[in-house]
T-cell receptor, first 117, second 115 residues
């Protein structure tokens, strides 16, 4: 079984400031890692994913995340945020073994990022 | 290239009524997943289906909830005799049939309100 912990439920930050959204996970098997963004009353959009290789992955809208296996973390960062980045951000994991019952995503509880003018 | 489609986008039901939520996966996708998002919470897995088969329903409540994905037509999530606690956003996701597929594409969700 997998679990995902997003340590901050709310993160307010001023426009053009840097931001880090924290994510830790627990799993007995190797996993893929994802960050999704949800704008108000909309579905989830994939920001970025870690499958293998370089531990620093870049996504859309200037976001990046770093996979740290020893700390079982996958923190999301952006060097300079915009008002339009205000949204809910979800970290998720999926087992690498794609057998029948192991294909669903396990999500964290989300972090509301609010960018202030 | 249409994405995952869900309808209705908003659904209001009185306690005791039935709710039917529909999901049409992306073209070429034969795997469908349903997730529920309760207020102030993340998404929780409910059920995973392939055409005409339920593969994993470990996240489905034992009573009143059912899902299907027929050979033709959309996937349906049915909730019978709804209660206030069923009020939530229900999201559908789809993925290709390849065993190495890792990405799920999400629909816009159906927001169910039980009055």
């Amino acid at each position: 079984a997998q679990s995902v912990t997003q340590l901050d439920s709310q993160v307010p930050v001023f426009e053009e400031a840097p931001v880090e959204l924290r994510c830790n996970y627990s799993s007995s098997v190797s996993v893929y890692l994802f960050w999704y963004v949800q704008y108000p009353n909309q579905g989830l959009q994939l920001l970025l994913k870690y499958l293998s290789g370089s531990t620093l992955v870049k996504g859309i809208n200037g976001f990046e995340a770093e996979f740290n296996k020893s700390q079982t973390s996958f923190h999301l960062r952006k060097p300079s945020v915009h008002i339009s980045d205000t949204a809910e951000y979800f970290c998720a994991v999926k087992p690498r073994v794609s057998s029948g019952s192991a294909r669903q995503l396990t999500f964290g509880s989300g972090t509301q990022l609010t960018v202030l003018p | 290239n249409a994405g995952v489609m869900q309808n209705p986008r908003h659904l209001v039901r009185r306690r005791g009524q039935e709710a039917r939520l529909r999901c049409s996966p992306m073209k070429g996708h034969s795997h469908v997943y349903w997730y529920r998002q309760l207020p102030e919470e993340g998404l929780k897995f409910m059920v995973y289906l392939q055409k005409e088969n339920i593969i994993d329903e470990s996240g489905m409540p034992k009573e009143r909830f059912s899902a299907e994905f027929p050979k033709e037509g959309p996937s349906i999530l049915r909730i019978q005799q709804v209660v206030r606690g069923d009020s939530a956003a229900y999201f559908c996701a789809s993925s290709p049939s390849r065993t190495d597929s890792y990405e799920q594409y999400f629909g816009p969700g159906t927001r169910l309100t039980v009055t």
